[in-house]
């Protein structure tokens, strides 16, 4: 097969499988498919000279700048962001394949097709993206290889003085058949496929047994502040601006969850001079392995929402739970990472024990939720020395009222209605308490200011109230399929005792929604590679015994639906027990070695490919030429040993000069005339061949 063929037979497949996957995503419509359909084909009939002109070149550029253009206005207009750059990723793929003139064009389309399986990993959930991967696996080896090879002949034979320009002898040397062979392509897919088969083999057979969800201790970054025995007042809420992925929730149902998502994370009872902390108190431990850990009441009988939270704050083991949740189970969907172990104090504060850094757990939210919480409500009314003004901003906004849930809708409204402001600033204050800064002088702060005035002028007023740590917001992640709450929806907010249990109050005005993470190119982006970081962790990292027994029960299941007997299979048919899982691995392992070894056999049974004629002759006339004191230097091409030879006067120079020229027309030229060259180069050969029996030697 000629090398230009091959290679281009090749690199259609590769781009073919890149385009087919994004296809496959679901996010091009009929008519762009259409449209990338022709191209494709298109493209194929376009080579040579056409693609080397200056004009065509320049007209792909303007097009591909156009499409760049209309893609950047729809997603900035009229359509997601993300579909519009996978479009676009399409067009730049028919661009290149449209102007392939050189080995750097051909790695270009290699780079874009491995982009579009990238995305094709998110984008497309079918089990048959298994086949498409596998066609990846084959096909791989076969597009670097010929790339790498053509870029070798590039620099040996092209003219520099080309450049872009179409290379005629460049093309003749390529379109030469010889340079890859069945062999090649046999060989190559052989190797490939045994390889994959035994990694997969060796993943699917040896789980993970440790290490978490998400991975080692460390991968889930940096820690989150504000949920550890303390938090100061100036540092928590200055986080809205940070894009960091810390919680994800995935319900078990499609039904949408509503937004924004209120997360619980832990609630403080004491406050000292700019500074919340918790009391120490006895904890209720719990083994979730065991039974469910109760959190609330339900008042009807609907059953709750099972939604799993997979939480990443780093060293912080306080449990989020959302709001409304009735308990927490372990998880059912894998052992790694999973939360076992974990301790209740009051103020529904929730903590894991001796768990990874990344937690995963079950929680059961309900609409109708009672909080089962029988506590001593005196640590709520605690006011520290010194807030005496604060107390009498409180009964003058209160008025004559004392109805509790009178009272904190009031000062709710007076703290959220426009008197203060939003912002992350930070002002530094050492002579008075922070919070009286913020309620007498400053006048504006961020959320834990808001919510640490309204703790204290409800105390003062003797309704119990404390103050609450957690996350409000979330945005749903189309690509994965999950919700997720970052880093900057971290917020702070008030629970007072009101009519016998505590009830959420916000008193940060709604511009704290104004002031954060903008809803833009960027957070589609990190949405994209969040989903890769998800199925990454879920599927690879997060594969344990538990997954292992589900996949083989699914594999089981299917060999059940395909039979067409009614009754079910005895277990000893196909029984994955742990016992027989490594006489399986053993087996597979050795059948697949045993094929691929019959595979190269049979591959070196058919030797090397024969050496050509021409060549086989131009070897001959360097033995010739050698034992007439003639040999060519190894570092010298033919022409450059001719051209010596006459330099220094050889009498033979002209008969060796005649073979040369006929190897050349024969080698790279594609002369028609085969047999007339092959007769000059023998003819030259017997030439030197007389002249060694005559004993001659110019030296």
Not at 375 to 404: F, K, Q, T
Not at 435 to 447: D, I, K, P, Q, S
Not at 467 to 480: D, I, M, P, S
């Amino acid at each position: 097969m000629r090398f230009s063929v091959a290679h281009d037979v090749v690199t259609y497949l590769f781009a073919g499988l890149g385009l087919l996957a994004l296809h496959l995503g679901g996010t091009f419509s009929p008519g762009f498919s259409a449209l990338l359909v022709l191209g494709f084909f298109g493209s194929t009939l376009l080579r040579g000279e056409r693609i080397a002109s200056r004009r065509y070149s320049n007209a792909i550029t303007v097009a591909l700048g156009a499409a760049l253009v209309v893609q950047g206005l729809r997603a900035i207009f009229f359509e997601p962001f993300f579909p519009m750059a996978i479009e676009f990723a399409a067009l730049l793929q028919l661009s290149r394949l449209a102007h392939r003139k050189r080995a750097a064009d051909y790695k270009q389309i290699a780079g874009l097709s491995i982009l579009h399986l990238v995305a094709a990993t998110v984008l497309y959930r079918d089990l048959s993206y298994a086949a498409l991967f596998g066609a990846y696996v084959v096909v791989t080896p076969w597009m670097l290889g010929l790339t790498q090879v053509r870029e070798a002949l590039e620099g040996q034979y092209a003219d520099p003085e080309k450049n872009d320009a179409h290379d005629e002898k460049l093309a003749a040397v390529l379109a030469r058949p010889g340079w890859v062979g069945p062999g090649f392509f046999v060989g190559t897919a052989a190797l490939s496929l045994f390889l994959v088969a035994v990694t997969v083999t060796l993943f699917l057979a040896f789980p993970r047994v440790s290490g978490g969800f998400l991975g080692l201790r460390g991968g889930a970054g940096g820690s989150v502040t504000g949920f550890g025995e303390d938090v100061s007042l100036g540092g928590f809420g200055t986080i809205r601006t940070d894009r960091r992925v810390v919680v994800r929730l995935m319900p078990a149902s499609d039904e949408p969850l509503p937004l924004p998502i209120v997360l619980r994370g832990t609630s403080f009872d004491r406050y000292e001079q700019g500074r919340w902390l918790r009391t120490d108190t006895p904890a209720e431990r719990a083994s979730l392995a065991r039974a469910p850990l109760g959190l609330a009441r339900m008042a009807s009988p609907e059953p709750p929402r099972r939604i799993t939270v997979v939480s990443e704050l780093g060293d912080e083991p306080v449990l989020l739970v959302p709001e409304g949740t009735v308990r927490i189970e372990r998880t059912r969907d894998a052992a790694g990472g999973a939360v076992d172990q974990v301790e209740l104090r009051p103020g529904v504060d929730l903590r894991a024990i001796g768990a990874a850094s990344v937690r995963r757990y079950d929680v059961f939210v309900a609409a109708d939720a009672e909080p089962r919480e029988a506590e001593d409500l005196a640590r709520y009314l605690v006011l520290p020395d010194g807030m005496e003004r604060v107390a009498r901003l409180a009964r003058e906004i209160a008025g004559e009222e004392s109805r509790p849930l009178a009272v904190a809708r009031a000062i709710e409204r007076h703290l959220s209605g426009g008197a203060y402001a939003y912002t992350l600033d930070q002002v530094s204050v050492d002579d008075v308490d922070p919070v009286e800064h913020f309620l007498f002088v400053r006048r504006a702060g961020h959320c834990e200011y808001f919510s640490t005035a309204m703790v204290l002028m409800l105390r003062a007023l003797g309704v119990p109230a404390r103050n609450v740590t957690g996350f409000v917001g979330g945005r749903f992640n189309e690509y994965g399929g999950y919700y997720a709450v970052q880093q900057g929806d971290a917020h702070s907010w008030v629970e007072a005792y009101v009519d016998g249990r505590f009830v959420r109050f916000d008193p940060t005005p709604p511009s704290r929604d104004a002031v954060g993470i903008d809803d833009g190119l960027l957070t589609s982006l990190q949405a994209f590679v969040d989903s890769l970081r998800m199925h990454w962790y879920e599927n690879v990292v997060g594969y344990d015994f538990q997954k292992q027994r589900a996949l083989f029960q699914a594999i089981k299941g299917l060999s059940r639906a395909r039979s067409t007997h009614a009754e079910p299979e005895p277990r000893a048919e196909l029984a994955f027990d742990g016992a027989r899982t490594p006489l399986l691995v053993l087996a597979l392992l050795l059948g697949l070695g045993l094929g691929a070894v019959l595979v190269l056999r049979r591959v070196r049974r058919k030797g090397p490919a024969e050496t050509p004629a021409e060549v086989r002759l131009l070897l001959s006339l360097e033995a010739r030429a050698l034992s007439l004191g003639a040999a060519r230097v190894e570092s010298e091409t033919p022409l450059e040993w001719v051209a010596r030879l006459e330099a220094e006067g050889a009498p033979f120079a002209a008969v060796i000069a005649r073979g040369v020229e006929a190897y050349l027309a024969l080698r790279y030229g594609g002369a028609p005339d085969r047999e007339a060259r092959l007769e000059a180069m023998r003819e030259a050969v017997d030439a030197l061949a007389r002249l060694g029996r005559q004993g001659a030697n110019w030296k």
